[in-house]
């Protein structure tokens, strides 16, 4: 799942190194909302993972397309930023005790298909037909091959650079919540 957000990133000419460090934020968040205490419903924590992972995707794509900073030198920093979050944010402890509910998606299976394996699937299929069929596959596409022929064209390029950082953290989001479903816990060494 990562490496699919990651394939987003590479398509425009980008690299993403804080996949690592924004898989286990997001896994921290999620799991912080679904300890068997917390009695919340099962789209809090999904969706909050989900935003968490979002949000520092969001932040490397603004300072890369926005701001020109260099890809590398943007998710260097946000990999030690997205590490330093989440030892803040679990005070450098695990989280376990989750929710059946929550570990059902890194446990459970349907039709004796692992859950995990589904999601992988899907992501994988939304992201082939999105980038084969779609305007917006073309436009990152073309943004790799050559961002100013893309930009005279009338590509924007800042929009679809940043919206490939916001994807690799959106599945960054994903990836931790399977993890930390897989493993009945968020680790902040994770990633």
Known sequence: VLAIGM??????????????????????VA?????????L???VPLGLGLLAGLAL??????????????????????????RGLTYIYSDGMPISSLSPGFLWLGQGSL????????LFAAVFVIAWFSLRYTAFGRY????GGNP????????????IIFSVYAISGLLCGLAGLMIAARTSAALPQAG
Do not use: E
């Open 7 to 28: 394939t987003f990133v590479i398509l425009t000419r980008g690299i993403d190194l804080s996949v690592g460090s924004m898989m286990a934020f997001a896994a921290m």
């Open 31 to 39: 799991a912080s909302f679904a300890v068997t205490d917390a009695s």
């Open 41 to 43: 419903p099962l789209f």
């Open 57 to 82: 995707g969001s932040i490397n794509g603004v300072m890369v397309a926005r701001f020109a900073i260099p890809p590398f030198v943007m998710t260097l920093g946000m990999l030690s930023m997205g």
């Open 111 to 118: 039709a004796g298909i692992p859950v995990p394996v589904l």
């Open 140 to 143: 990152v596409y073309a943004v």
């Open 148 to 159: 100013t022929a893309a930009r005279l064209s009338g590509i924007k390029v800042r929009r």
